[in-house]
């Protein structure tokens, strides 16, 4: 790799960056997507699914369009966001609550995906690669787009269920701890 002595160099080394992040999510969101249990979440996920395949083929072009060969830098921001994400998968626990673990990753996903397609916006703005530019002001306007409806589904459904779930646990050990506090009677 060149050495980062020009913002083209850093606007090609990132480009290379993101094109293997958004890979990273295509191979992790199908896991994600079976793993949750809240059936507008999974519709939001693979919907997502569909517009990050598209996405890939948009920096495709992009890479196309400033004459350079569509080629992923590993992307180690991306891996450790979703390696802690594919820890949950692991993770036993009430639905509604691991649902909205889900949300969160997702959206530390979308949060880095707006940043990284923001950087790129501004130096392509700068090197007047003006269908670049217009290419990946549509990938970040989806991933804002994603991150709008994830915020909606948590605040709406996910979050107030996942409360009710910890309300309902509540309740249970209540039961158990009056339980435990009644006098045993002898019995003969």
């Not at 992923?72 to 626990?93: Q, R, S, T, V």
């Amino acid at each position: 790799m060149a050495d980062m002595n020009t913002l083209n160099v850093l606007f090609e080394n990132e480009l290379r960056d993101v094109y293997d992040a958004e890979k990273q999510i295509l191979k992790a969101l199908p896991k994600i997507i079976k793993a949750v249990t809240n059936n507008d979440l999974r519709k939001a996920l693979v919907a997502h699914l569909e517009e990050t395949r598209g996405q890939v083929v948009r920096l495709e072009q992009a890479f196309e369009s400033i004459d350079l060969k569509p080629k992923g830098k590993h992307c180690a921001g991306m891996a450790g966001i979703l390696e802690e994400g594919g820890d949950l998968l692991e993770e036993d626990g009430d639905e509604a609550v691991l649902d909205a673990a889900f949300i969160a990753g997702c959206q530390r996903v979308e949060h880095y995906e707006i940043v990284a397609y923001g950087c790129l916006m501004a130096w392509a703005k700068l090197l007047g690669y003006h269908e670049a530019l217009n290419l990946l002001k549509a990938n970040e306007q989806e991933e804002k787009a994603a991150d709008a409806k994830l915020s909606k589904l948590a605040e709406s459904t996910v979050n107030p269920q996942a409360m009710s779930a910890a309300d309902s646990d509540d309740d249970e050990t209540e039961k158990v701890s009056v339980r435990a506090k009644r006098p045993q009677t002898a019995r003969h």
